[in-house]
């Protein structure tokens, strides 16, 4: 077996494994805890005045119940795979009683689009502009532009955000600097909401794209300044072939190969990156349901946004997997 | 080494600002040693002071001087950037050259160990680490902590160096001459692959730095340990912007973007030096 059944085969072992190990480590890091959650939550009830002790001890045991914490260590991971793979991670306490994975499913579709979206303007004009940069090197434009992305690489999302919401929002207040869209308007596909969605979309977008754009523009550059000197790049600029063909053709499609690779690698990172942007812009994302689950001691919260963001990264980067062979034609004919 | 110093000096000018720079902002953070006030001490100035002649960068609404809670911040941040440098290049270079040059099954085991942990998504389970640890978490263990998971990229990097270096001559020589496998790492492949370390350790300096920025700006570390994210943290909650208390929370963001900028500008010049290809290049090659 070799070429695109076997690549196939490798990479859903790879996605498997990093399931198993990010759902084991997420159960594991849990039990490192000095404090029981069930106590903590507990004390956060009670904080608010006398309660009967027998109530206490039944709420005792219905959170063990509830955050499967009841058996020996291995029947609770076993229970928590679980609730894993039925999606279940009961009812969210600072929202009860709302289930945790209802509250994630309102909110994935926020960050999926923020972050999908983020994803391509950055990767297309990092990529493109790397490699414009990397075969005309002499381009003072380029150069310029290269050295305003490469220093804005590594700034945290967070300074950045906070930045452009200073700038945006209160010194030039053009753009809304907190939630998703306009809250009046009823969601739907009317122009006014559309609009509503891209104006509130812009700032934690362009932050995105700032921050990330730095990494692509220096791999891309240097990938096509290597390839550039290559043997078969040579011989087309001997043979006559336009240089806008060599360039698109020649150097830029082979360049793209290990950026996309790159691309599926840095999906895990990237994913951190709008957590606080979403937390800074107040976005009704999944980043924004994690730092508030932490902030109210939402322990099922927590857990249920840690795991299901370690299976949701780890499902985009098997899709990049997937569609790697369609540029690669190696993979692909084996 | 002092010549490569003078020579990068000399005839690299992003070396030189990100050198001057740098050294600048360590003084700077090494000046908090001598601060007036202990950094911790809250409501011992007088609040909500613009910058003056006897405040120079204005105090904070917690009644702290701004320039010496800025200079003893960047040095608690810088530390725990080194800390986890540190740690985060032991790691990588033990799994890194282990499995180049062991390879067959144990170097396919420790790159599917590699390739997994890049896959997961580091801010979440750091966030998670913070919540169930609590007050129990203090910089040592968020140290120890991002180090864990900010290695791999690098092991990866530092074993394709390793796996070239396996079939030399001079590593077979080592072998005959009856040197041990840790032996022959050290003392033969370590130098090799010291160049690839220091680059990735600038890298992972500023990583490190920006990991710290991130969670202490959000309150998930130690928050009454100055820090620069601590600062902006704590601006956050007086809700200085709206104060109009600009100075708390502009020159903590001036001082990091500095310091970043010192950092990266070091960083790839240094990674000229080591890789003369882009030197090369440079000079029109």
Redesign the interface.
Known sequence: MDGFPKYLLRRLL?FF??IF??VS??FF??K????D?VE?SLSLMTNFGATDPRAVELMRQALAELYGLQGSIFEQYLAFWGRVLRGDFGPSLSSFPTPVMSLIMSALPWTVGLLTLALIITWTLGNLLGALAGYY?TNTLLKLSGAVV??L???????VG??LL?VFG?IFPVLPISGGAQMNLQPGLSLDYIRSLIQHGTLPALTLVLVGIGSWFISMR?LV??IVTDDHVVYAELGGVSSGKIFSQYVARNALLPQLTGL??S???V???A??TE?LYNYPGVGRL??QG?YRGDYSL??G??TM??VA??VA?FIIDLIYPLIDPRVRLG | MFKILRDLLRYNIEFTIGFVLTLAIFLFALAHFWAPLPAEAIYLLPPDMPPSAQYWLGTTSRGQDVLWQMSAAIWNTMLFGLTVTILSRLLAVAVGMLSGYLGGKWDQILMTINDTMIALPNIPILLLVYFVMRDSMSWPVLAATAALLGWNYDARLIRSVTLSLRNREFTRHAVFAGMSVPQILMRQHLPYVMPVIFFTAMNNLIWAIGLEVTLSVLGFSDINRPTIGGMIYWANQHQAIIAGIWWWIAFPIIAIVLLFLGLFLLAISVNEYIDPRSRLSRMGA
């Open positions: 790879q494994l990093v190990l990010g480590g997420t890091i849990t490192l805890s000095p404090v959650p903590q090197r490469m220093a690489h590594p700034v945290p999302a967070y300074i906070l930045v200073l209160f240097s300044s290597n599926a690698l999906l895990g990172s994913f951190g990156g957590v606080i937390f994690l730092i932490i927590v857990l946004v840690t963001s370690i990264v780890a980067v």
